[in-house]
Antibody, heavy 119, light 107 residues
Framework: QLQLQESGSGLVKPSQTLSLTCAVS??????????WSWIRQPPGKGLEWIGY???????YYNPSLKSRVTISVDRSKNQFSLKLSSVTAADTAVYYC???????????WGQGTLVTVSS | EIVLTQSPDFQSVTPKEKVTITCRAS??????LHWYQQKPDQSPKLLIK???QSISGVPSRFSGSGSGTDFTLTINSLEAEDAAAYYC?????????FGQGTRLEIK
């Protein structure tokens, strides 16, 4: 059974960089046909897709966040990471990592981690 | 960017009732539409993929239909455990987008 687990700082100061990691277990992040995404959800609000990385290393970011986002993969550790720079209070959200299949839906999700942007 | 509009935003329903949630896309997305259930303080759970394909382990009372721009999630014989938010999601074109969500309350 595939499992995803987010980790990282839960509190980030405004203007700093948010950093999160998603550890994948029960399967290889290098398996073909899947994408690995970051998705966020502000408190009480809906879901916003941030971007994804394929096993090949190719990435695509939501244009609304593109200038501030970097997603990378560490195949040796079977994990992928998110960096979001110049954060503001509007970036406060629960951040999820998820696996996408064949340009389709997200079939496995992490439990989510709350990141609060505050001084 | 493809905008997905769900209706209703909120619905209060009684057990055993049949519920229909719709999702309309701003342009045709074929069948690249997926549905999720999110219970409070939990991650979203995939219910239906590619508009109408069932997911292993999901109760058979959940079904999906539609193609192009208009899609429907149907819950037959609602149960108390179905109280949740429901989201549609399109994977037809980037950026990936979600509907704003429909919150289902059980009376």
């Amino acid at each position: 059974q595939l499992q995803l687990q987010e980790s990282g700082s839960g509190l980030v100061k405004p203007s700093q960089t948010l950093s999160l990691t998603c550890a994948v277990s029960g399967g290889s992040i290098s398996s073909g046909g899947y994408s690995w995404s970051w998705i966020r959800q502000p408190p009480g609000k809906g879901l916003e897709w941030i971007g994804y990385i394929y096993h090949s290393g190719s990435t695509y970011y939501n244009p609304s966040l593109k200038s501030r986002v970097t997603i990378s993969v560490d195949r040796s550790k079977n994990q992928f990471s998110l960096k979001l720079s110049s954060v503001t209070a509007a970036d406060t959200a629960v951040y999820y990592c998820a696996r996408g299949f064949q340009a389709g839906g997200f079939d496995y999700w992490g439990q989510g981690t709350l990141v609060t942007v505050s001084s | 960017e493809i905008v997905l509009t769900q209706s209703p935003d909120f619905q209060s329903v009684t057990p055993k009732e049949k519920v229909t949630i719709t999702c309309r896309a701003s342009q045709s997305i074929g069948s690249s539409l997926h549905w999720y259930q999110q219970k409070p303080d939990q991650s979203p759970k995939l219910l239906i993929k590619y508009a109408s394909q069932s997911i292993s382990g999901v109760p058979s009372r959940f079904s999906g239909s539609g193609s192009g721009t208009d899609f429907t999630l149907t819950i037959n014989s609602l149960e108390a455990e179905d109280a949740a938010a429901y989201y549609c999601h399109q994977s037809s074109s980037l950026p990936i987008t979600f509907g704003q969500g429909t919150r289902l309350e059980i009376k």
